[in-house]
């Protein structure tokens, strides 16, 4: 049977395609949601200005040739994929405007726009009671206040969750119980490039992907090096080798640590992901990778450090100074970060003012960042959690030809309040490219700073 789903303003605001997301069922979209985007598009926010331009343009491309009849019963989804050889969707307006008090209908008071949008779906409800009438908003308070009006089926947006459980997130790594080898009842072993790698079949391990480290109690580290057709290239690993990995005057502190450190110096991986909380050492050991990677073995010409910055968006193109100077208070992490890496110099301050203009560290915003091509560089893109799949792909899609980038987040910390950890593009971006050859990931549980900031981290 056919359901009936009404949208909220966020959710189209979340995904501009989230029209396609229904199948064979019913869109609709409440008169007021339209009058939201019409007052968003024109904001100086630039990238929730952006989307709300999509979005309509997205309406607009389906109503575009409909009367005003046909346009308020339903248009007829064109791409959305029918199952079952079903009807396509629909999508229609509700006129909202028209709603008038009616005792039978718990309506919401009038003065708010989050209210005539939960009237919308509470008004459906009532005249289909054979359908199923559901709310789609990704705003908890309004999903509250909705079952609270007596609409029953109220859900938030998830059509971008690639995980029901953020526990399910994948590590790049798995610690094994006991001895590895005594599930494996056969093995090859083969010298590649000066590494011993072992072969095994892959329905022992159906689950694993490249790039990720595999250790047991025993002291056995393997590295995935390569899965091909039905068998599992394991490299073998050296964890004391792997514990005096020297680089910029760095060495990892922890296994953890260690195995990042390794995924960023292999050149066949064009983009790293470390997470992990506050203090675990993601951008410190990204930034020394980058300064040994342009400094000493002159692998790239730059490094492009970039970041979340919410308020940026609005402000940052007005206020004075050089983009650099405008960056510089989202960015302090980094130079707390130089200054670890050369607190020891005999002129610290002297020594980073050199590092910097050496290795050419570019500070960006990431709102500068679309559009570009950016070649021969290192690129850190630093609390990545708090955004969408959307922003990620299009800095990802901005990489070109001799570039690594790496990606940093903490989903402890999102500040975003649309975006939660199933849902922020940091995990999208780790579950989509585990599977890809040239892509890397280590979550870093072990927390390096001091005891409070552990304690912290953990108990509050």
């Not at 798995?174 to 490039?193: A, P, Q």
């Not at 394991?234 to 964890?239: E, Q, V, Y």
């Not at 960042?369 to 708090?386: L, V």
Request: with cysteine.
């Amino acid at each position: 049977m056919q359901k009936i789903y009404v949208l909220d303003t966020n959710v189209l605001l979340h995904d501009p395609n989230a029209i396609y997301s229904f199948n064979e069922h019913k869109v609709i979209i409440p008169m007021t949601v339209l009058e939201e985007l019409d007052d968003i598009k024109d904001r100086r926010d630039k990238d929730v200005s952006k989307e709300a331009r999509i979005a309509i343009q997205m309406i607009d491309k389906l109503l575009a040739h409909a009367d005003t009849r046909e346009i308020q019963e339903g248009v007829e989804i064109v791409t959305s994929v029918a199952k079952n050889n079903t009807a396509p969707g629909t999508l229609s307006i509700f006129p909202d405007q028209l709603l008038h008090t009616d005792a039978s209908i718990p309506y919401l008071m009038k003065d708010a726009q989050d209210n005539q949008i939960i009237n919308t779906a509470l008004s459906l409800q009532k005249h289909n009671p054979d359908i199923y009438v559901c709310l789609v908003t990704k705003d908890i308070n309004m999903r509250l206040k909705a079952k609270g009006s007596g609409l029953r089926n109220v859900e938030d947006y998830r059509k971008d969750r690639i995980l029901d459980d953020i526990d399910l997130l994948t590590k790049g790594r798995e610690t094994i119980t006991g001895n590895f080898w005594e599930s494996v009842d056969k093995v090859d072993t083969l010298t590649r490039n000066d590494n011993t790698v072992h072969v095994i079949r892959r329905d022992l391990h159906p689950d694993y992907y490249p790039n990720m480290f595999v250790r047991d109690d025993n002291g056995f580290i393997g590295f995935v090096e390569a899965i091909e057709n039905d068998s599992i290239f394991l490299r073998d690993l050296n964890a004391n080798r792997l514990m005096h990995q020297n680089i910029w005057g760095l060495m990892p502190r922890n296994l953890e640590q260690a195995m990042a450190f390794y995924l960023l110096q292999s050149e066949d991986i064009d983009l790293s992901i470390l997470t992990g909380p506050a203090g675990s050492g993601k951008t410190l050991l990204a930034l020394a990778f980058g300064l040994h990677a342009i400094i000493e073995k002159k692998q790239y010409n730059k490094i492009i450090v970039a970041r979340s910055t919410p308020p940026i968006a609005e402000d940052i193109g007005f206020l004075p100074g050089t983009e650099e100077e405008k960056m510089a208070p989202w960015l302090a992490a980094f130079e707390d970060n130089l200054e670890i890496l050369h607190g020891n110099d005999e002129s610290c301050i002297g020594s980073i003012a050199y590092v910097k203009e050496k290795a050419n560290i570019q500070f960006k915003s990431l709102n500068f960042m679309r559009g570009r091509s950016i070649n021969n560089a290192y690129i850190i893109i630093d609390e990545s959690q708090s955004l969408t799949q959307f922003q990620l792909k299009s800095i990802i899609t901005r990489v070109g030809k001799n570039s690594k980038i790496v990606v940093l987040g903490n989903l402890a910390q999102i500040d975003n309040k649309y975006i939660t950890p199933l849902t922020s593009g940091l995990t999208y971006i780790v579950e989509k490219f585990k599977a890809f050859q040239h892509a890397g990931i280590m979550h870093i549980e072990s927390i390096e700073r001091s005891r409070l900031a552990a304690f912290a981290e953990e108990n509050l």
